[in-house]
């Protein structure tokens, strides 16, 4: 089974940050800092199918869950605190259920434990109509999006995700 990456920063307490939906482990990399300042061993972790991790057709929070756990064995960290944003939080949640012991501290931002129904897909539509092998440059994804997508924000921060898959080939970093 592959390990999720992970940037680590600091020493001292195990803390896992846990991003979310279409977000990596370095949107969190400032306040990472500020957490390994204050003295914790602060893992910024790249969930299945985000960032620099690896892709798999099949994703639940069940999933996502064991892939912590395997992570932390594999690091050999015995009990962590946990922050989970969004789609992280709902991920950190499941763990926390189902592996108390391994669970020192959680915090849960802007998610709760309840259903949502599919509210992302103006999003994923807008990404699916990006034309990447005609794309030279991150404006040019930009401007395909704002047709799609008027808020900048939401547009530069997915635009986070496109990187260089070789010399003239962009790529987007989620599955």
């Not at 592959?2 to 195990?14: D, K, R, V």
């Not at 979310?20 to 390994?36: E, P, R, T, V």
Request: include cysteine.
């Amino acid at each position: 089974m592959p390990i999720n990456h992970s940037i680590i920063l600091g020493e001292g307490e195990p803390l896992c940050i846990l991003h979310g939906f279409l977000g990596m482990s370095d949107n969190w990399k400032s306040l990472g800092n500020k957490y390994a300042e204050a003295g914790f061993e602060v893992h910024l972790i790249d969930q299945r199918n985000h960032g620099k991790s690896f892709w798999s057709d099949s994703f639940n929070y069940k999933e996502m869950s064991g892939d912590l756990k395997y992570y932390l064995e594999h690091y050999k960290i015995k009990e962590t605190a946990l922050i989970g944003h969004s789609m992280g939080g709902k991920t950190a949640m499941e763990f926390a259920c189902n592996n108390p012991e391994l669970t020192s501290k959680l915090i849960v931002a802007d998610i709760a434990p309840r259903y949502y129904p599919p509210h992302h897909t103006q999003i994923l539509n807008a990404l699916e109509q990006l034309k990447l092998s005609e794309l030279t440059s991150r404006n040019e994804a930009d401007t395909q999006l704002k047709a799609y997508i008027s808020d900048q924000g939401i547009r530069q921060f997915l635009l986070k995700n496109l990187f260089w898959k070789e010399k003239k080939e962009l790529a987007l970093r989620f599955n």
